[in-house]
């Protein structure tokens, strides 16, 4: 069974410190995708990467896929209340069937 | 243009009644998934539409579950003789076509078994 564990599973934090979230599995992914989550709405795609190695900035957000393409970070650098939510980091294991991760809960106190 | 659209968005039954959940997806959306997420929790995978390929149905969880697409368009996911662990949200997303491509979530429907 092919799973993807996110930590740390909640995360408080006060505005303008940084942060990282982290993607791991045991398997090899073609491609993984990050989304972020609010309450009482789907997710909403924040980043696609296919290449090992391959780093991704989306304004404050950095994403990066591990060289063997079996891990993945996101990075926030000053965070702010706005990013509050649920993130969740997906894995294509090279079909379209998408496995989700735990998700990682994400509070920013202004 | 309208995104995913789901109904209802929140749906509280009694144990052991049929439930449908609705999906229209994006218009020109070839692909459609319909994922379960727990209270809190990451999305699992239930049901994917291609096309007019036959559906891959390998994650639906029992046969009191089962979904289907109409022309191509609208999605219904049926849930019989519920249970309460059938207690979730139930989200749908539809993308154009390839699996890196974005796939656009409804709002989910919030079903309660009672």
């Known amino acids: 069974t092919q799973l993807l564990e996110q930590s740390p599973q909640f995360l408080s934090i006060q505005e303008g410190e940084n942060l990282t979230v982290y993607c791991n599995s045991s398997?090899?992914?073609?491609?993984l995708q990050w989304y972020r989550q609010e309450p009482g709405e789907g997710p909403v795609l924040l980043v696609t990467?296919?290449?090992?190695?391959e780093v991704k900035k989306l304004k404050r957000l950095t994403f990066q896929f591990g060289d063997a393409r079996k891990d993945s970070s996101l990075h926030i650098t000053a965070a702010q209340p706005g990013d509050t939510g649920l993130y969740l980091c997906a894995g294509a294991p090279g079909t379209y069937k998408y496995i989700f991760g735990t998700g990682t809960r994400l509070k920013v106190l202004a | 243009g309208a995104g995913v659209s789901q109904s209802p968005s929140n749906k509280v039954t009694e144990k052991g009644k049929d439930v449908e959940l609705r999906c229209d997806p994006i218009?020109?959306?070839?692909?459609l998934y319909w994922y379960r997420q727990s209270l809190g929790q990451g999305l699992e995978f239930l049901i994917y539409?291609?096309?007019?390929?036959?559906?891959?149905k390998s994650g639906l969880p029992s046969d009191r579950f089962s979904a289907e697409r109409t022309g191509g368009s609208v999605s219904t996911l049926t849930i019989q003789r519920t249970q309460q662990e059938d207690s979730a949200v139930y989200l749908c997303a539809s993308t154009t076509s390839g699996y890196t491509d974005t796939q656009y979530f409804g709002p989910g429907t919030r079903l309660t078994v009672l």
């Open positions: 990467v296919v290449t090992g190695g």
């Open positions: 398997s090899v992914f073609s491609s």
């Open positions: 539409f291609q096309g007019n390929s036959a559906p891959d």
């Open positions: 218009s020109g959306h070839t692909a």
